[in-house]
């Protein structure tokens, strides 16, 4: 799949407000409650990486969750990336 | 932990009315829209459970989740798990 | 998929030694030394089936887990849940 | 708790083999055959955290895991995060 240029990335952006362009990936930053709650959003994204086989880097400090998303194939964001990003989002 | 008597437990049941006795324990069922969804909540059981050093059973159906708490070493139903069915209906 | 008969399941089951035949489910029991060990287990349960889309049946007991495979639309076992105990084994 | 010294910081990695110390937090990184392995550690670290009240810091990169290990409300590493390493490296 090949990588998005920055325009593509721009736009698709516009579409997934939560999500800004950071170090190259899709980057979406969500708080929780607590831990508990913050794992339990971590699950859900593990369950999905494994679905659709695309694995978003994943931090975690305490009640607060980083996902980035990046084709490492393909140096970039693609379109897969734009449609985790969405379904992330979705959850 | 004394196990509560029948009348307690019935007492018990009328603040936490998604439960109910069956087989001696308290008992719920949940359905959530999808597996994924249905495991982020086993998640959250298992962090509570955890947590507080008291595990109920729980059998996974699908999108479907049944908990079951008892208190092996009372005999029965205890303050444990009335507070435990508290600490789960506020999940 | 269709149903395997029982001659066809018995077959199966040569090779799947911890596995058995009950209630029409290829069932499995396990136990871990203690309740988190168990649950990282059922993580991993839970990831496989995501990802091939086949969900076992998934009883949680403390340390103790049984998993039963059945395909409800084929109305008992298939070739299908044979492979899913071949991979639950291989974990 | 109070923050351990740098020399007490020093003698305990002696015995923490695994660990180093990294932008002030006791650091490790695994890395496991796949992404589903790696997430079944991550379950167990959150079990864990959870039980000992005591959560660290978790990136997930696909099949790799860095767990960084601080006492914020120390300012540095204590004793707790020594324990709790060990506690780790003991799954």
Redesign the interface.
């Known amino acids: 799949m090949a990588r998005l240029s920055d325009a593509a990335i721009q736009d698709a952006l516009r579409t997934l407000r939560e999500w800004r362009l950071e170090n190259g990936a899709l980057t979406r930053d969500s708080t929780f409650p607590d831990?508990?709650?913050a794992?339990?959003?971590?699950?859900?994204l593990?369950?999905?990486?494994?679905?659709s086989?695309h694995?978003p880097?994943?931090?975690?400090?305490?009640n607060k969750v980083r996902v980035a998303l990046l084709s490492h194939d393909a140096g970039g964001v693609t379109e897969r990336d734009v449609k985790a990003a969405g379904a992330i989002s979705a959850l």
Do not use: N, Q, W
């Open positions: 831990f508990a709650a794992f339990a959003f971590v699950t859900r593990a369950l999905l990486a494994e679905r086989d694995h880097d994943i931090d975690i400090r305490y």
